[in-house]
């Protein structure tokens, strides 16, 4: 496992740090005879940067972390958790969460605790004139908190007027190969690191969707050029191939995805592509971004829904039939939507509350995408026909 190091303070992290928000789940719980041998297995193999959040699978990963690491672990580790400002209008809010969070981890102190998907300098500003960041900087100096950081999804214009706004410890973004000119963009990547603060990458994959289910061009491009295995190793690379990236975080969900990223982490040098193996993206960008309807990264923020809708399942399946060209994606709609879930998930059960779209950090439309896709997906007869299929199936 190669390793790079915080230039702040000197900590050798693991370049691949593990996410703890998409781990193996059973009948709706983390399934833990599978999840902590997985973490265990990492820290064998040199991961040492764990990332979960106050919210993560509704509020579940947290402890499980704490479980997983309690005992020889912990100390040889670096956590990372997140402070929900969303839901925190007064400082006591703040500690409270925070208590909470040590309970659940099983430690004192957090290495690395980020304000969780800060868009704006307003909300710093918010933060600030209700005493959160005075607290913080208290922490800090009583070693609770090592690190103070922050999560963000919101523009270029108001990453750099956040980045430049506070002496942070780090910060994390979304980036992948899809998203250079997207959200904090490579000019944000590069403001970060001229001013010295560490950055943490989320979304290498784009919530898998740099990996599952890409169009035959796109596969064909990356075959013609260079030796790696897989998409995902594509994907990887090309993150690590940026120096002034710290750490990347992969959410990982099974044993398999966790030998490849260690695998590939093992040799994933900074400025290691060739320019012929950098080009070969430009044209897999062109693709992707032709095909691609809907952005979403199926990150989860704006759920649960109340009325029930799986909005990012709904997205997922309406930008698979563009990008597959998939003649059974309405099928595969009224399946996963329709018939599988407990209950009806589709799109078209949106009441346009819009108490989903404060939440989106990719700012998707999401009520008017929702009508969209119940416009292509489903169709007259898609009601009738499922009431109908759910019964058959139950009867059987
Ligand atoms: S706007 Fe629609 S999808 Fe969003 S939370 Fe309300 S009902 Fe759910
Ligand atoms: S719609 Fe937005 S908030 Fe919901 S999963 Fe997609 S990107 Fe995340």
Same mark, same amino acid.
């Given at each position: %496992? ?331 709609? %009224? ?62």
């Amino acid at each position: %496992m190669l390793t790079r190091t915080n230039v702040k303070n000197g900590d050798e992290l693991s370049i691949l740090g593990f996410g703890c928000m998409r781990l193996p789940t059973k009948n709706g719980a983390i399934d833990e005879q599978r999840a902590i041998p997985m973490i265990h297995d990492a820290i064998e193999n040199g991961v040492n940067y764990f990332d979960t959040a106050y919210i993560y699978h509704n509020g579940k990963s947290e402890s499980f972390l704490g479980k997983a690491l309690s005992g020889r672990y912990r100390e040889r580790v670096k956590i990372a958790t997140k402070l929900p400002h969303y839901m925190v209008y007064k400082l006591d809010s703040a500690k409270k969460i925070l208590d909470t969070q040590l309970s659940r981890l099983k430690t004192d102190y957090i290495d690395y605790y980020l304000i969780h998907m800060m868009t704006d300098k307003p909300t710093l500003d918010r933060l600030a004139s209700i005493g959160v960041m005075d607290w913080l900087e208290k922490l800090k100096e009583k070693g609770t908190i090592k690190n103070i950081g922050f999560s963000f999804h919101g523009t270029k214009a108001d990453f750099e007027a956040l980045i430049q706004a506070y002496p942070w410890d780090f910060c994390q973004i979304q980036y992948n190969y899809l998203d250079e000119n997207n959200q904090a963009t490579k000019s944000g990547l590069l403001l970060a690191a001229s001013l010295s603060i560490p950055v943490i990458v989320m979304e290498p994959l784009r919530g898998g969707k740099l990996v599952t289910n890409l169009p035959e061009q796109v596969k064909k491009a990356f075959d013609n050029v260079g030796s790696m295995k897989s998409p995902a190793e594509w994907a990887l690379r090309w993150v690590w191939n940026h120096p002034e990236i710290m750490v990347v975080l992969s959410g990982m969900s099974t044993e398999e995805q966790i030998e490849d990223n260690i695998r590939i982490a093992s040799d994933a040098m900074p400025n290691s592509l060739t320019q012929e193996e950098l080009k070969v993206f430009e044209q897999v960008k062109t693709i992707l971004l032709e095909k691609t309807k809907i952005p979403c990264t199926a990150c989860g923020y704006c759920m649960p829904c109340p009325a029930g809708v799986d909005i990012p399942g709904c997205f997922a399946r309406y930008n698979d039939k563009y990008l597959l060209g998939d003649k059974k994606a309405k099928i595969k709609y %009224m399946q996963i939507l329709g018939l599988m879930q407990a209950k009806p998930a589709n799109a078209s059960r949106c009441k346009e509350c819009g108490k989903c779209e404060s939440h989106c950090p990719q700012k998707i439309a999401i009520r008017n995408e929702l009508k969209t896709v119940s416009r292509e997906m489903e169709g007259f007869f898609y009601k009738p026909l499922t009431v109908v299929l759910r019964k058959i199936l139950r009867v059987k």
